[in-house]
């Protein structure tokens, strides 16, 4: 008597491959997960003085800004968004009209002290903010 050893393997039917392939993907999500997890925070950045090297290691420099609001002060006029046809740009004037006290302690990436800049406030006080 011979026997059919194909009765004997066990067959992989639709149910077990979808088991199959559910736990492979809450493996994958798992080890994802856990990778992502274990990475440290960013440093917190510290408020410096006008062109302060971040660390001796990488000496960028940060643009100028003002400490204080009082330090700011007179706060320069930002122009009026109405002046710009660009939607976006007259949207970015018209907030900085309402928060020049905030833009007046953020320093500005853009490297304009080199043209007497103080500020990234200073950058919607004209028509540089715009470009």
């Known amino acids: ?25 809450g493996l994958a999500i798992t080890l ?27 000496p960028e420099r940060v643009p100028p800004f003002h400490p204080t609001v009082e330090a700011a002060r007179p706060l320069p006029r930002t ?10 740009v007259a949207q970015a004037y018209a907030i900085a009209e309402r928060i020049p006290e905030v833009l007046a302690q953020q320093p500005c990436y853009c490297w304009c002290d080199q043209f007497g800049h103080g500020s990234l406030l200073d950058c919607y006080a004209s028509d540089h903010g715009a470009t």
Do not use: C
Not at 79 to 88: K, M, T, V
């Open 32 to 58: 994802y997960w856990t990778r992502h997890e274990d990475r440290p925070a960013p440093p917190a950045q510290t408020v410096r003085s006008e062109s302060t090297p971040i660390s001796p290691e990488r």
């Open 79 to 88: 122009l009026p968004a109405n002046w710009f046809r660009n939607p976006l």
């Open 1 to 25: 008597m011979k026997r059919d050893t194909q009765s004997r393997r066990p067959r992989f039917t639709t149910e077990r491959w979808l088991v199959l392939v559910a736990i492979g993907i």
